[in-house]
């Protein structure tokens, strides 16, 4: 049996991520979790779309959430709303509107999941709202909710551990929550890809097994 993977907050970084893999020795024995926002920001959104596909193609397990940037996709497509969309992302289509983005992309972005569950953990995009009895039926707050986690149902979650993204954190505060997972059942491995600041600007792997965390520089 392989190992099991987590990466969040691609953002358009294709070469990052392309080579974050590579690092990882990621095979067809292994299982890949994307915690979503595969687009915009970086420059390249088509090209890790295409790379997911093309892996899935050849039998390599990758699991896909849905993020916050998929769904405002979504939404401007369905609502016809401006601005066209992201300049980063339209260009990588090589497209001027979002409504001109090829369907069978549009489709994959509309058939991401909210969420997983496995083993003692739940991943997610955002974070959980616990203001419902049920977490898992607010979409929504999976999408975008921030500031979550003083609001924890203890009772509900059991010995489950919230993996997730959304957030950029610096790499020193995300080792430091890794340390901690026990204890506090939370993990953001947001690290702020496309973002040039000190502490941020790589791209986060986080083995669900052994629980290292692999922080790859952005290249892109």
């Known amino acids: 049996m392989g190992n099991r993977y987590a990466i969040s907050d691609i953002h358009g970084c294709f070469k990052t991520f392309k080579r974050l893999l590579e690092r990882i020795h990621f095979s067809i024995e292994d299982e890949l979790y994307l915690l979503g926002d595969y687009i915009d920001r970086g420059p390249d959104s088509k090209g890790v779309i295409d790379l997911i596909?093309?892996?899935?193609k050849k039998n390599y397990t990758i699991h896909c959430l849905m993020g916050n940037h998929e769904y405002m996709l979504i939404e401007e497509?369905?609502?016809n709303v401006w601005p066209p969309g992201v300049p980063?992302?339209?260009e990588s289509f090589?497209?001027?509107?979002?409504?001109?983005?090829?369907q069978e992309y549009v489709r994959?972005?509309?058939?991401?999941s909210y969420y997983f569950e496995l083993d003692n953990y739940i991943l997610v995009h955002a974070g959980l709202s616990f203001y419902s009895q049920n977490p898992l039926l607010d979409e929504y707050d999976m999408l975008w909710v921030r500031g979550w986690y003083g609001k924890l149902d203890w009772d509900w979650l059991e010995d489950r551990i919230i993996l997730h993204g959304h957030t950029p954190i610096h790499k020193g505060k995300i080792e430091s929550m890794r340390d901690q997972i026990d204890e506090d059942r939370i993990?953001?491995?947001?690290?702020?890809?496309?973002?040039k600041e000190q502490g941020l600007n790589h791209l986060c792997c986080f083995n669900l097994g052994t629980r290292e965390l692999i922080f790859e520089s952005n290249r892109d």
């Open 88 to 90: 980063e992302t339209l």
């Open 53 to 56: 596909r093309r892996l899935r």
């Open 108 to 112: 994959w972005f509309k058939d991401l």
């Open 77 to 79: 497509l369905k609502h």
């Open 187 to 195: 993990l953001n491995i947001d690290n702020g890809c496309v973002f």
């Open 94 to 102: 090589k497209v001027s509107h979002n409504n001109q983005i090829a």
